[in-house]
């Protein structure tokens, strides 16, 4: 009882409204309406002649124009477009809708305030690089301000301002019951992700829209393209087309050269920068339809778990010179097209298998004595070519912490295996993403997708995958990219990544498998693990943001799944523990 | 290299079918077959009239043989999909097709016996559900069984050996095939709670279509529960419109008629419960008096979720509700099912210390009331001439006696199959363990941080993890049943308990894993040889039904108006305002008995007081339309519609003034109009109909006494208008 009652007031009184949460929000309880004839205004700082403000090149200035053009015109969109009536919210049968009159005060200036100027690289930045923070100020008198160093900045300051209103019921008008409203906001992390696999299944253009789309409005910053794996290459190589002529799933599955650009270009539109991965050397059978002399031990059956983690088995041969040609030839297609949008490449290098090198012709063992300095020279390679076109490399922890490779400084390190190897790799002195897969991986707990035979089918029932059981969302919310890092290294933390591998996800259930629980990690990411107490975030106040944040995903289009049954939204926190 | 033989093996057979058939051969030649075939129905006693002896029902056969036929064009030619994920990439396996190809010539449908008289509310076991299936190389076709569904099974097994060409048509590489098959169970079903989260009508309908087409027949639905009272009951319309979420998220009695209607001619029966006493808070919002516990803030003691309520034990204002709702509701059920289920699960013995007619947890005390209560509630099921289902616990736990017709829904264990059958009674399958399709989400519940928050990490739900379809493939409905009991068991259910399942996670929640209970309760468990069946095999069938369901595009509705479906509607529908007889053949195909009228502009000119509905069955619109003069010509000036809706605005009466209206128009899923919102200019109407002083120009007028109609003048008309 004692602790139902003040967090009880507590919710309703305060509003829901935004997700992630910002650094400091305070509303009030005074309504205003707004129309689609309210007018947003752009003005760069006073102190500087042009209109978005020093425009140290024609490139960087286009860009800020194009960013702050589409986050009006997306603001308008969701507004009155794609807003939701927020029934479920509110005790049934009650009128909690108010009502517009000839008194009502709308919203009557909408001003965008950019007090530096864009970096050069705002459409491909560098973590750090651009300042995303905000504030927002709304009066009771309907006079809004939001103020940015950044576009991006004010990109997300108009994403946090759309969440603050909602639909009348039939068309009645949209409005805010928050005002006035204040609020300073910045993120915690500079490197918000999404890991996409498009291998194992394929993922329409469509669906990778409507992913950008979904990222940018959690204020997500990242899209991990995991474009290609054993099972598929669907990625086209103008140089090289049999890869994926070859290669892809079936030829309605590929990506063109401008399907990339297009995406990037989207990307860099709302602040979510596409990085790309060719994983190699292992998880890349899918290599040998085309180019079969490349790869070893490619699909051994029946004992491909014997020289890979997943069927097909296959990797890119260790000691090659047609390898290392191949790789530079590929890359040499691949990585001038995406400099332009990225600042980024990821190069993979996780779960290589040593048995498949007894397989391998160039090699021929398993020992990693004799592998270890093979797999220096060859991501050697591979790091000099990624940063001859000035692109920063990304390499999975395996790379660092089991091969024990000397990389890069610039090098970042993806973990995914424990807290430990977040700890290990900033140990190093790399700069680290978290995505341990025990929280943030989002394909677990759907069950194996292999099948049993008959006579072994006793030992693995109940057919649990590896990383079983669903990462719900609170599980998700529960993790701390900073856990067991030194506070003198969480600077090399840069951020992290919820990934959706895809043996079971497809276009169907893709909405699905990856909201609203990436919302989990978004708020993570931006907010903090931590309350502004030190103090783990409560699911208790989250669970009815991330409910509302789930209506507003749903209006946009995305098949996100329910949060709460209408029950638990319409009392409180009756369904609290 | 054990395992590499069976790869072989499976290379070589063909997948298709799902749930697997009896006994099924197949060759390997190509059969093309395009929307020219026809499909013939011929009946053991051609000379007799209908489908057989005089005590079977011709009209439901009939209808259910001739949807199953234009669902079989339907998925054949338009929900059809190309099979390239089951063959290696960029392999040559489509058949080409040439001027030698053949052709699936004839299709013929044999009904060896007629349909018994329920066919359309079968009680288990009283329809033979068997079928064979023929397809020879030389293209002839033939389905035998001894029902109407059964042929229905069969065709539904005929579009299965079909896949779609990627440039077009519609070819089996399967033929010869040879097929026998019957049901292991007679009771498949599905049960969907639309109290936690609504589900639209389009949902049900897409729910009935892909439990059809995986040859399941029962849609068990849990309409009611403690969060909400989506369920419409006309004698006390209160019940949803307090307890329902929102206005928009009931189930009107046409609602429910239409689903069973639609479920009845796909051969799946909706069996609905009323969940009590237990699970029946949402009833407090319209009757606090009848609730116990209602709400506790301590809701962990009183319930096994939050909002903690019961209806009261041993009160005679219970015994009345209950008797007032189920005289409402079972009538209208009737005609469409043999079954009612009366719930009784999850009892908390605690709350009825809060109940002011016991105030006591001693089951001592509880025990022999519940025994009247539910008697009570059993002779009411009875007395309409259904058959009572409850939840295990009223006999496990409760230990109530129980008429022995009563069928008991299991499902805490295995355990609890084989006390059921022990005990004489017949038991329906479903342990939680395996079925329960909502597992594995995590918790829906909140915890506070601190201790609560730590405890309960990491936040998986009490029947985690997640029933993967393997897992439900491996339960057998009959494990730890005695032989000689298992004709007790009549089969199970899978269940989407719906705390975090809502229309946008329906689909993906339900499918494909319910098709792993669909096969076992068709199959069986265990395959011809008594082995349980093979995931290997199996997981490329279920891959293939999957794109077979994704074909059918389970989210859309099932039914949609054409463009040609709208204009008649609309035609029929002019035609009996626009004739003075001869328009109750029309009405009989366009309107549906109960349809509902609301028009305040028709109110106003008849004097009726606004807001009213104005015509609540079709026998009563055409008793008002008879009374009016005819409109004449009737112009379309706008038709627009959606799936279910139809918007068009019209114009009648062109002299001497033109009389336009817009009416809104409901539509089933049999294409028949439910409901209609009509407003027509009131004022041009009465001036044409010989009230002149009301023309348009209002304000010359307005002060005038002249009578408008028999009760009112045009001035009283205007005053008496509301909301101005």
Request: with cysteine; aromatic share 10%; net charge negative.
């Amino acid at each position: 009882m004692l602790a139902l009652l003040p967090i009880l007031a507590l919710c309703v009184a305060s509003g829901q409204a935004l997700w992630p949460i910002p650094l400091t929000y305070t509303t009030g309880n005074q309504t205003l309406w707004i129309d689609q004839n309210v007018k947003i205004t752009y003005k760069a700082s006073a102190s500087q002649p042009s209109t978005y403000g020093s425009a140290p090149n024609s490139s960087t200035s286009t860009w800020t124009d194009k960013i702050i053009t589409n986050a009006i015109e997306r603001t308008y969109d969701t507004l009155f477009n794609k807003n939701f009536y927020p029934w479920k919210f509110h005790p049934r049968n009650t009128a909690f809708e108010p009502t517009q009159t000839r008194a009502s005060t709308f919203i009557k200036t909408i001003t965008l305030v950019q007090n530096a100027s864009d970096p050069t690289d705002i459409m491909k930045p560098t973590t750090g690089d651009v300042d995303e923070g905000y504030s927002l100020a709304m009066t009771t008198e309907g006079v809004v301000t939001i103020t940015a160093a950044s576009s991006i900045g004010l990109l997300h300051g108009l994403t946090s301002f759309t969440q603050l209103f909602y639909q009348c019921n039939g068309g009645g008008g949209v409005y805010t019951p928050l005002a006035p409203v204040s609020i300073t906001d910045a993120p915690k992390f500079g490197w918000r992700g999404l890991n996409i696999d498009t291998s194992r299944t394929f993922k329409p253009m469509s669906d990778m829209y409507a992913m950008i789309d979904a990222l940018s409005y959690n204020k997500m910053n990242r899209l991990h393209w995991h474009v290609t794996d054993s099972q598929a290459w669907p990625l086209e190589i103008p140089s090289m087309p049999d890869l994926a002529g070859k290669g892809a799933y079936i030829s309605s599955q590929k990506y063109s050269a401008a399907d990339v650009q297009g995406l990037t270009e989207y990307g860099a539109l709302l602040g979510v920068e596409v990085v790309v991965e060719i994983d190699n050397p292992g998880h890349t059978a899918s290599i040998a339809f085309s180019r079969p002399d490349l790869i070893a031990a490619f699909d051994i059956e029946p004992n491909w778990d014997t020289y890979a983690a997943e069927p097909p088995s296959g990797t890119l041969k260790l000691n090659s010179p047609a390898v290392g040609d191949f790789l530079a030839e590929l890359f040499d297609d691949l990585l001038p097209r995406l400099t332009s949008l990225s600042s980024y490449f990821h190069l993979g290098g996780d779960e290589v298998n040593m048995n498949a090198y007894n397989l391998d012709d160039t090699v021929r063992s398993n020992l990693s004595s004799v592998l270890q300095p093979l797999m220096q020279k060859y991501m050697d390679r591979n790091m000099a070519q990624v940063q001859s076109y000035g692109l920063v490399p990304l390499v999975w922890e395996e790379m660092l912490l089991q091969w024990n490779l000397t990389l890069p400084a610039e090098t970042i390190i993806q973990t995914w295996q424990s807290d430990q190897a977040v700890a290990d790799a900033v140990g190093k002195g790399y700069r680290a993403l978290a995505g341990n897969y025990e929280f943030w991986y989002l394909d677990c707990g759907k069950g194996q997708w292999l099948d049993f035979y008959p006579s072994d089918a006793a030992q693995y029932w109940p057919f649990q995958d590896y990383c079983a059981p669903f990462h719900n969302w609170r599980l998700m919310y529960s993790y701390d990219p900073l856990t067991g890092v030194p506070d003198n290294a969480t600077h090399l933390v840069l951020g992290g990544e919820a990934h959706i591998w895809s043996e079971q996800t497809d276009s169907v259930n893709f909405d699905q498998m990856v909201w609203p629980r990436t919302c989990a990690a978004a708020e993570v990411l931006w907010s903090g693990a931590k309350d502004a107490g030190g103090q783990n975030r409560s699911q208790v106040t989250a669970s009815p943001r991330l409910a509302e944040m789930r209506e507003r995903l749903v209006a946009r289009g995305i098949r996100a799944e329910p949060v709460r049954m209408p029950f638990c939204s319409m009392n409180g926190t009756q369904c609290a523990l | 290299m054990l395992r590499s033989l069976v790869i072989a093996l499976c290379a070589t057979s063909a997948s298709a079918i799902w749930p697997i058939p009896s006994t099924y051969t197949s060759g390997g030649e190509v059969l093309w077959i395009t929307r020219d075939v026809a499909i013939n129905y011929k009946t053991a006693n051609e000379t007799t009239h209908g489908y057989g002896s005089p005590s079977n029902n011709s009209s439901w056969s009939s209808d259910i043989v001739t949807s199953a036929v234009e669902r079989t064009y339907d998925t054949l030619f338009t929900k059809n999909f190309v099979q390239w994920k089951f063959h290696p990439r960029f392999s040559d396996y489509e058949p080409a097709l040439t001027s030698n190809s053949t052709y699936v010539k004839s299709i013929t449908l044999y009904q060896t016996a007629a349909d018994p008289s329920t066919i359309m509310k079968p009680t288990a076991g009283s329809v033979d559900e068997s079928y064979t299936l023929d397809v020879l190389a030389s293209g002839e076709a033939t389905i035998t069984a001894a029902s109407s569904i059964g042929l229905l099974y069969g065709l539904t097994t005929f579009t299965q050996l079909f896949y779609e060409c990627n440039g077009g048509g519609v070819y089996t590489t399967l033929a010869p095939v040879h097929i026998t098959d019957s049901p292991k169970f007679p009771w498949r079903g599905l049960n969907i709670d639309t109290s936690r989260t609504f589900k639209p009508m389009s949902d049900m309908y897409a729910m009935v279509d892909a439990l059809s087409y995986n040859k399941m027949n029962r849609l068990h639905w849990h309409i009611t529960d403690a969060q909400s009272w989506p369920l419409e009951i006309p004698t006390m319309p209160e019940l949803a419109d307090k307890g329902a979420y929102a206005s928009f998220q009931k189930y009107s009695p046409a609602d429910v008629a239409a689903l069973q209607e639609y479920g009845a001619l796909l051969g799946v029966e909706v069996v609905m419960e009323i969940d009590n006493p237990g699970h029946t808070s949402s009833i407090a919002f319209a009757y606090p008096d009848l609730i116990a516990a209602f709400n506790e803030a301590d809701w962990s003691s009183y319930a096994s979720e939050p909002p903690s309520g019961t209806l009261k034990l041993n009160s005679t204002a219970v015994y009345d509700f209950l008797e007032r709702l189920l005289d409402d509701l079972l009538p209208r059920l009737k005609p469409l099912t043999s079954y009612f289920h009366l719930g009784g699960d999850e009892v908390n013995v605690n709350a009825y210390t809060l109940d002011n007619t016991v105030g006591t947890n001693s089951t001592a005390i509880l025990q022999p009331l519940m025994q009247k209560y539910m008697d009570r509630n059993i002779q009411q099921v009875q007395a309409a001439g259904l058959v009572p289902l409850v939840w295990e616990e009223m006999l496990l736990d409760w230990n109530l006696t129980l008429p022995s017709e009563t069928i008991v829904q299991t499902w805490l264990s295995d355990e609890s199959v084989a006390a059921t059958v022990a005990k004489g009674h017949k038991a329906l399958a479903g342990n939680y363990n395996f079925w329960y399709l909502d597992c594995g989400q995590g918790q829906w519940l909140d915890f506070y941080p601190g201790t609560s928050s730590a405890e309960y990490w990491p936040y998986a739900d009490y029947c985690s993890p997640r029933h993967n379809w393997r897992l439900m493939y491996s339960y057998d409905p009959l494990g730890g049943v005695p032989e000689n009991s298992t004709h007790l068991v009549l089969g199970g259910e899978a269940h989407i308990w719906s705390e975090q399942t809502d229309t946008v996670n329906l689909d993906q929640m339900v499918w494909p894993r319910t098709c792993a209970a669909g096969e076992v309760l068709w199959s069986g468990a265990k395959d011809a040889s008594g082995q349980n069946r093979s995931q290997i095999t199996a997981s490329p069938r279920l891959s293939e039904m999957r794109e077979r369901l994704v074909a059918r595009g389970a989210r859309k509705p099932c039914f949609c108006l054409t463009d040609s479906d709208a204009s008649d509607l609309v035609a029929g529908f002019t035609t009996i305002a626009a004739e003075h007889t001869g328009y109750e053949g029309v009405a009989d195909q366009i309107l549906v008995d109960n349809f509902t009228s609301i028009s305040d502009s028709v109110n106003f000119v008849d004097g009726i007081p606004l807001n009213t509905t104005m015509t609540t069955s079709r026998a009563q619109l055409l008793q008002q339309e008879a009374k009016l003069p005819p409109t004449g010509k009737v112009t379309d000036l706008f038709i627009s519609h959606t799936c279910d809706t139809i918007t068009w605005y019209f114009e009648f009466g062109t002299t001497p003034l033109p009389t336009r209206g817009i009416a809104i128009l409901f539509v089933n899923a049999e294409k028949k109009i439910y409901k209609a919102y009509r407003e027509i200019n009131s004022a041009a109407l009465l001036y044409n109909v010989g009230r002149p002083e009301c023309t348009s120009n209002w304000t010359a007028t307005v002060g005038d006494t002249g009578p408008v109609s028999s009760n009112s003048t045009c001035k009283s008309c205007l005053e008496g208008r509301t909301g101005d």
